[in-house]
C-alpha cells in the first residue's frame, strides 16, 4: 500500500511513495499523531537529486525490517528542502551546532512539540567508518526516549533556546564602502587557487556569485587582479569534467581540486548563475571561451530542464542506468572509454577525441572511465571537425538511458533563469532565448502569483503546491523580472517586480533592517530562519536586497533604496571576514558603491538606431546599471511605463540615451560609443 506521499507535487517524495516506511508529509496531524501515540519523530529531509539519499533509501527505507520498526515507535515525516527551505534550514542550522557538520540526506529526531534532540546525516545499513548502523541509532534513540524521558526533554528545550538566541542585527552594522569591498577582494585573493582556478581546495564548488562579485569590482575599480580570478576560474572550469564538453550546462561540484570528476547532478540554480557570469565575463572581455559556455548553458537549460509548460525543472539526477550492468551508478550516462569513443568515431576520430578529451586508458574516474575534459594541453583541431566530434557523441549518449528529472518547479530558481536567459538572449541576439525567459515569467505570475501578489514556492505541471515562497523566492523572483524589464522594454515586469519588493517589505522586513527568510504570517518553526550567507544560490537577504536596490533605480523609491541599504550592513560585518559566503552580497554592494547608475533610452522600438543604443545600454559593465527603454509618457498619459523615462526627450528627434547616478545626470547622447563610454568598456 503506498503511504501518505502518493498525493504530494514533490518529485522526491513522491520517489519515497511507496516505501514500507510509513511516511507521512510535514503537517500538524503527523506532530498531533506522535503527541497521541507518545511517540518521537524521525524528519527525514532530502531532495531527488541527492546521490546519497538515493542509497540511504534503498539500504533503509526499502528494507521491511527496518521499516517495520520505524513504524512501531516513530513517526515518520519526509521533506524535500527545496519545497521547504525553511523546515531545512532551522533543522540544519542545529544539526551543524551540535556536529560542527551538516549536509543531506539530514536525520533528525523531534520531539511532538518538532524540538530536535538528536542529529545526524548519512546512516549506514552496517556500522562502518566509526558510523553507527542505522538500526542502532533507531535503537538508541528508543531506548533514550522510554528510559530517560527527562533528560531528551532538557536536550531538546536546551537545543531550542540556542537556537533562539541567535537572531541577527545586521541591519545595525553600517553600509558597506569601498574598504570593506578591498578588505573583502584581498581575502579572496589569499584563498585563490592560481594553478587550477577557484577558492579552497577539494570538494571544489563554482563559485558563481563570488565571480559576479569580481567582475563587479573589475568594472568599478579597474583592478586587473580581480578580473585574473574571475576569468582564470571560469576556463579552468569550462575545461574541466565538471562541464559538460558535449552537452553544455555545468554539475553541482568537483570531488577534486583540479574540476575533474563532478558530482554528476545539475541543478537548474548552479546554471543560472553561471550561464549569467560567462555572459558577462563575455561583455567585459570579448572572450570567445565565455560567449561559447554562456550560450552552451543557456541552451542546455531550454533543452533539457524546460518543461512543458514553460518553466524550468529543478535538475537532473547524479545517477543513472549503467547500459552494461543495468545498475544505478554515478556518471554512467556521461563518462567515457578510449573503446567507447573510437566505436562512435572510428579510429581517427577516436584517437583525436581521446587525446582531445583528456580520456585515458586507466580513466580519470571509476571502471577505467574518464569524464570529458578540454585541457590546456591538448592537441590543436580544427573547429569544424571537432564540432562534428562533439555532435556524434552527443548524438550517441542521447542513447543511453538518461538521468532522472526533477520536474517541480521552483519560483527563486526560476527567477535566475529569467534573468539569465533574457541577458543572453540580449547580448548575443537570441530572441529565442528572450522568449524563453519570458513565457517562464508568464508561468510564475498565472500560477505561483495570487492576486495579492504572493507567491507559492513550487509547481508541478502546471500545478501550484502547498508551501509558501520564501525571501529568495521574492528576491530571485523580482530580480529575473528586472532583468526583462530591462531587455524587453515592458514595463509590466517592473510592475510585477514592484508588488514582490513591496511585499519584502512588508512581510519580510524586521524594525532594524535585518531580514527574515519567511514572512511575518508564515508556519511557526522552533525558531524564524534567518541566513543571510550566500552558498550553492543567493541567499534571501542578499536577493532581496538587490531587488530592492535595482528597484529603488528605476522609481527612485527612497524606502527601497534605505531598505536595500539597511539590508547590506550584512556585508559590511561579513564581507571582510567570508568574502567567499557572501558573494551576491557583495555584488550588491558595488552596485550601491557605483550608483547603480540609471540608464534610459528614449526611442521607437522599432527604429534599428533605438535597437543599437539600446543593446549597448545592456552591455554597460557599469555594476547593477538599470537599463529603461522604450517611449516617454505620452501628453495624453498613454505608454511611458518607466518612470526613468518621464519627461525625457530625443535629441534632434533621435533615439537618445540618458546616463545618471547619485543625482547627476551625463550629458545626453545619441551616440553608441559615447553612450559605451559612459557606461563602461563594453565588447560589442
Wanted: hydrophobic share 40%.
Amino acid at each position: 500500500m503506498p503511504n501518505r506521499l502518493a498525493n504530494e507535487t514533490s518529485p522526491y517524495l513522491l520517489q519515497h511513495a511507496d516505501n514500507p516506511v510509513d511516511w507521512w508529509p510535514w503537517s500538524p496531524e503527523a506532530f498531533a499523531e506522535a503527541r497521541e501515540r507518545g511517540v518521537p519523530v524521525l524528519l527525514s529531509v532530502g531532495y531527488s537529486s541527492c546521490h546519497w539519499c538515493h542509497v540511504m533509501a534503498h539500504e533503509s527505507f526499502e528494507d521491511e525490517l527496518a521499516a517495520a520498526y520505524m513504524n512501531e515507535h516513530f513517526v515518520n515525516i519526509k521533506v524535500d528542502r527545496e519545497e521547504r527551505p525553511d523546515v531545512d534550514a532551522v533543522y540544519m542550522e542545529a544539526v551543524q551546532a551540535a556536529t560542527g557538520q551538516g549536509g543531506w540526506p539530514m536525520t533528525v529526531f523531534l520531539t511532538a512539540d518538532a524540538e530536535p534532540f538528536y542529529f545526524g546525516t548519512y546512516f549506514p545499513p552496517e556500522p562502518r567508518h566509526g558510523m553507527p548502523s542505522f538500526m542502532q541509532v533507531l535503537e538508541g534513540v528508543r531506548t533514550a526516549w522510554v528510559g530517560r524521558p527527562e533528560e531528551v526533554a532538557e536536550v531538546a528545550q536546551r537545543i531550542v533556546r540556542d537556537l533562539a538566541g541567535r537572531e541577527l542585527d545586521y541591519g545595525k552594522a553600517g553600509t558597506p564602502g569601498p574598504e570593506e569591498l578591498t578588505q573583502a577582494l584581498l581575502g579572496l585573493t589569499r584563498e585563490y587557487d592560481a594553478v587550477r582556478g577557484g577558492f579552497g581546495g577539494a570538494p571544489k564548488f563554482p563559485p558563481s556569485m563570488v565571480l559576479e562579485f569580481l567582475l563587479r569590482n573589475h568594472a568599478r575599480t579597474g583592478s586587473e587582479g580581480a578580473l585574473e580570478m574571475a576569468a582564470g576560474t571560469c576556463e579552468a572550469m569550462a575545461r574541466g569534467g565538471i562541464y559538460d564538453q558535449l552537452g553544455g550546462g555545468f554539475a553541482r561540484y568537483s570531488v577534486d581540486r583540479e574540476w575533474v570528476v563532478p558530482h554528476f547532478e545539475k541543478m537548474l540554480y548552479d546554471n543560472a548563475l553561471l550561464c549569467r557570469v560567462y555572459a558577462h565575463l563575455w561583455r567585459a572581455t570579448g572572450s570567445d571561451l565565455a560567449r561559447r559556455v554562456a550560450l552552451e548553458t543557456a541552451d542546455f537549460m531550454v533543452r533539457e530542464l524546460r518543461t512543458d509548460q514553460g518553466g524550468f525543472a529543478s535538475a537532473l539526477d547524479a545517477d543513472s542506468e549503467d547500459p552494461v550492468s543495468g545498475a544505478h551508478v554515478e556518471g554512467a550516462y556521461y563518462a567515457w572509454t578510449p573503446a567507447q569513443l573510437r566505436e562512435v568515431l572510428g579510429e581517427d576520430d577516436g584517437d583525436l577525441a581521446v587525446a582531445c578529451f583528456g580520456v585515458t586508458e586507466e580513466g580519470t574516474f571509476e571502471h577505467g572511465k574518464s569524464v570529458l575534459q578540454l585541457p590546456q594541453n591538448g592537441p590543436v583541431v580544427e573547429a569544424g571537425r571537432l564540432a562534428g566530434i562533439k555532435e556524434r557523441l552527443l548524438a550517441e549518449r542521447g542513447g543511453r538511458p538518461a538521468p532522472g528529472r526533477d520536474d517541480k518547479i521552483v519560483a527563486a530558481w526560476n527567477g535566475l533563469a529569467i534573468a539569465a536567459l533574457a541577458e543572453c538572449g540580449a547580448y548575443f541576439e537570441r530572441p529565442d532565448l528572450v522568449e524563453r525567459a519570458t513565457e517562464a515569467a508568464d508561468l510564475l505570475v498565472r500560477v505561483h502569483m495570487d492576486g495579492k501578489a504572493r507567491l507559492a514556492r513550487t509547481s508541478k505541471d502546471g500545478h501550484v503546491g502547498p508551501n509558501a515562497g520564501v525571501l529568495e523566492d521574492y528576491g530571485d523572483v523580482a530580480e529575473g523580472f528586472l532583468a526583462l524589464a530591462s531587455v524587453t522594454g515592458e514595463g509590466v515586469w517592473l510592475e510585477f517586480a514592484g508588488f514582490l519588493v513591496d511585499l519584502v517589505l512588508d512581510q519580510f522586513t524586521a524594525e532594524d533592517g535585518s531580514l527574515y527568510d519567511t514572512a511575518h504570517d508564515a508556519e511557526r518553526l522552533i525558531r524564524r530562519p534567518q541566513d543571510p550567507t550566500d552558498t550553492a544560490a543567493p541567499s534571501g537577504w542578499t536577493a532581496a536586497a538587490g531587488a530592492l536596490l535595482s528597484y529603488a533605480a528605476h522609481t527612485g523609491s527612497e524606502a527601497h533604496r534605505t531598505a536595500a541599504e539597511r539590508a547590506l550592513g550584512v556585508v559590511h560585518a561579513l564581507g571582510p571576514r567570508v568574502p567567499r559566503f557572501i558573494g551576491h552580497g557583495l555584488s550588491v554592494a558595488e552596485a550601491l558603491l557605483d550608483g547603480p547608475r540609471e540608464v534610459a533610452v528614449v526611442g521607437h522600438p522599432e527604429d534599428p538606431s533605438f535597437a543599437e543604443l539600446h543593446r549597448t545600454a545592456l552591455l554597460g559593465t557599469a555594476p547593477g546599471a538599470v537599463v529603461a527603454a522604450g517611449l516617454p509618457r505620452a501628453e495624453d498619459g498613454s505608454g511611458g511605463e518607466f518612470p526613468l523615462l518621464a519627461e525625457r526627450t530625443r535629441v534632434r528627434d533621435l533615439p537618445t540615451a540618458y546616463v545618471c547616478r547619485h543625482f547627476v545626470c551625463a550629458r545626453p547622447t545619441t551616440d553608441p560609443v559615447e553612450l559605451a563610454q559612459q557606461l563602461g568598456t563594453v565588447r560589442p
